[in-house]
């Protein structure tokens, strides 16, 4: 294990938060979800950061936070599905972040996605879209992250199992 920071990457869906909730409990670590902060720095939503100041504004965020993840000695992260795709990833990956890919079927995502109007990228999208992006950045997350899990597996103790026996 390269250190005690994990971070949970992966497409809008795929369950990063919840596993990444239970692996903090699991580990004993505290749990921070990056639009979470961002939220809270700002004093608005996501989807208003993105309707009111744009994607790129949104984007700049993303990155600046970095610094702040960078102060937890231990963490485990969940990151929004955009995260690892800026430049914040290089630091990320100097600071010996462990990036973990939660690898979960288009079709899974999809169903927890569709018509959620706080994921301005999901609500602006038809199906067939949303699978052109799904498919584009998945490998992209391969390539960024260290390891990949499986994300459609029933329990979430099981991919939480599958994480700790790969860090
Ligand atoms: C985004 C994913 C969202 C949020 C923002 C942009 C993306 O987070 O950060 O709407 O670019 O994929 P989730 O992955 O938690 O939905």
Same mark, same amino acid.
Not at 52 to 60: D, P, S
Not at 110 to 137: C, F, G, M, Q, V
């Given at each position: 294990m390269k250190d005690n +920071?994990?971070? @949970?990457? $992966?497409?809008? $869906? %795929? $369950?990063?938060? %919840?596993?990444?909730?239970? @692996?903090? +409990?699991? @580990?004993?670590? *505290?749990?921070?979800?990056?639009? !979470?902060?961002?939220?809270?720095r700002e004093g608005m939503s996501v989807a208003d950061i993105f309707a009111k100041r744009g994607e790129a504004y949104f984007r700049t965020l993303e990155h600046q936070i970095t610094f702040d993840l960078m102060k937890n000695f231990s963490a485990v992260i969940s990151s929004g599905g955009g995260f690892i795709l800026t430049d914040a990833v290089y630091q990320l990956a100097a600071s010996k972040f462990n990036l973990v890919f939660l690898d979960t *079927?288009?079709?899974?995502?999809?169903?927890?996605?569709?018509?959620? !109007?706080? +994921? *301005? @990228?999901?609500?602006?999208?038809?199906?067939?879209?949303l699978l052109k992006l799904?498919?584009? +950045?998945? $490998?992209?997350?391969?390539?960024? %992250?260290?390891?990949?899990v499986d994300g459609s597996k029933k329990l979430l103790s099981d991919v939480v199992d599958e994480i700790i026996h790969k860090l």
């Amino acid at each position: 294990m390269k250190d005690n +920071r994990i971070m @949970l990457t $992966g497409f809008m $869906g %795929s $369950g990063k938060t %919840s596993v990444a909730t239970a @692996l903090a +409990r699991e @580990l004993n670590y *505290p749990f921070l979800d990056t639009d !979470k902060y961002i939220e809270e720095r700002e004093g608005m939503s996501v989807a208003d950061i993105f309707a009111k100041r744009g994607e790129a504004y949104f984007r700049t965020l993303e990155h600046q936070i970095t610094f702040d993840l960078m102060k937890n000695f231990s963490a485990v992260i969940s990151s929004g599905g955009g995260f690892i795709l800026t430049d914040a990833v290089y630091q990320l990956a100097a600071s010996k972040f462990n990036l973990v890919f939660l690898d979960t *079927p288009f079709e899974v995502c999809l169903s927890r996605i569709k018509n959620d !109007k706080s +994921r *301005p @990228l999901a609500a602006t999208r038809t199906d067939e879209e949303l699978l052109k992006l799904y498919n584009y +950045r998945r $490998g992209i997350y391969r390539a960024r %992250s260290d390891f990949s899990v499986d994300g459609s597996k029933k329990l979430l103790s099981d991919v939480v199992d599958e994480i700790i026996h790969k860090l």
